[in-house]
């Protein structure tokens, strides 16, 4: 009788056991199916709003390098030459009708300012095109390029919309003659910053990330794996190192804006070093990732197993042989690892960099180490906090290729690590 009460006390237990096994599967399965619908929501959103950034609209323009407007002196002038002016008589040629001054002021507003551009470098390209004629297109502004994504409503009356009725039926008037084209967004990729949304790049954005990814790589993964290095294997174990490894864990959970301060008064206030220089962005992002990279890169010397270091040693390796010819191949996937994370961690930080003044606004594409710069994710900060339909496209679209960027550089670790690893 004892015997069956514990038998079916046992089974009671174990059906229990059961139910809440099945319902830990359940809940993990319920959790991992609401991250991906949020993931899929959040990428769904993110492209759509992003996507038609990629994709620029043109008009296309009868344009007259005339001499006369352009050399009236019988010399040209690059930098004095009025291409603006052969763009509104362009335009004035394709709407004869218009001759009122505010129209033609509304008319200008079709085209993007960085038509006077274009034409230039055309002509800087080819001088040959000096007192000829071509069909040309140019950029067209941003509220036509708006309109014609259909982000523009046309029903809303005209108080409430950017594009008066006229410019509607100019709009409409070179749609039906086949002067309306979309392109793919070059200058996305080729312009630095721009307070016209259509001008506006990431190219300046990008190279001030890349020279700062740069320096940071440089100065923190040889710091960090030669200071874990030398805390697994050399330093002695005391109080004194135990309150730098408590001092280094803490430094990892430091909110990102203190490292921020800290550039700002050494690098910059103390040593004189210029604002809003990648070199700078890069000291301060180094500092950053020194703590993960050093936390890392021990975890990977301790996962190496101590049969390796036993079995160097037995055939008279030194201590250092054995550290560098064995446990440092072994955990230097590892290593890369965490230099990977440190990294990708930099690459999206915008706090510490608006403290030591790379939130300027900055048209010009870094060529140095020193420039004045922006970065990525500061430049996504600056877009999304303007008012502009055009410039929130633009910053979904950075976003998108900031997650590129992103996997492009997981992807290159996997490589690497693929190619440096070693098995044991």
Same mark, same amino acid.
Request: aromatic share 8%.
């Given at each position: ?155 809303? +009356?005209? !108080? ?24 793919? +967004? ?63 864990? +803490? ?17 910059? +206030? ?75 961690? !930099? ?78």
């Amino acid at each position: 009788m004892k015997g069956r009460d514990t038998r079916t006390a046992v089974e009671a237990s174990l059906r229990r056991r059961r139910r809440k096994e099945v319902l830990f599967r359940l809940s993990g399965l319920v959790a991992t199916a609401v991250g991906i619908v949020f993931l899929g929501v959040f990428f769904a959103s993110l492209i759509g709003q992003g996507a038609s950034a990629f994709r620029q609209t043109f008009i296309e323009l009868d344009i007259e390098y005339s001499k006369d407007v352009l050399a009236p002196e019988g010399e040209l002038d690059l930098d004095y030459a009025d291409f603006d002016a052969v763009v509104r008589n362009a335009l004035w040629q394709e709407f004869p009708g218009v001759t009122d001054r505010r129209a033609r002021r509304d008319l200008l507003r079709l085209v993007s300012a960085a038509a006077g551009f274009q034409l230039r470098d055309a002509l800087l390209e080819d001088p040959e095109l000096l007192g000829t004629r071509e069909r040309v297109a140019v950029p067209a502004s941003a509220t036509v390029d708006m309109l014609v994504k259909g982000n523009i409503d046309r029903s809303l +009356n005209e !108080a409430r919309r950017p594009l008066t009725d006229r410019q509607l039926e100019w709009i409409d008037q070179l749609a039906a003659n086949d002067r309306l084209e979309m392109k793919f +967004n070059t200058a996305l990729f080729t312009n630095g910053d721009s307070r016209e949304p259509e001008m506006a790049g990431i190219k300046g954005a990008l190279m001030g990330s890349f020279y700062m990814l740069i320096v940071t790589i440089g100065l923190s993964f040889p710091l960090g794996v030669a200071a874990a290095i030398y805390l697994e294997e050399f330093a002695p174990k005391n109080r004194w190192a135990d309150l730098i490894e408590v001092n280094i864990n +803490n430094l990892a959970a430091v909110p990102s804006i203190v490292f921020g301060l800290l550039g700002l008064a050494v690098f910059i +206030n103390w040593l004189g070093m210029p604002r809003s220089a990648p070199l700078v962005g890069g000291l301060v992002l180094a500092l950053l990732t020194l703590p993960v990279i050093i936390i890392a890169s021990r975890a990977a010397i301790k996962a190496v197993p101590p049969s390796i270091r036993e079995a160097a040693l037995g055939v008279g390796a030194s201590r250092m042989q054995v550290v560098f010819h064995h446990v440092v191949p072994l955990a230097l996937p590892g290593m890369l690892t965490g230099a990977i994370i440190g990294m990708s961690r !930099a690459l999206g930080e915008t706090a510490p960099l608006l403290m030591i003044g790379m939130v300027a606004f900055i048209v010009d594409v870094p060529s140095g180490f020193s420039d004045p710069a922006s970065a990525l994710p500061v430049q996504i900060f600056l877009w999304a906090d303007s008012p502009e339909r055009a410039f929130a496209e633009r910053t979904s679209a950075a976003i998108i290729v900031l997650l590129g960027f992103l996997l492009l550089m997981n992807l290159a670790a996997i490589i690497l690590r693929t190619k440096v690893g070693r098995r044991w």
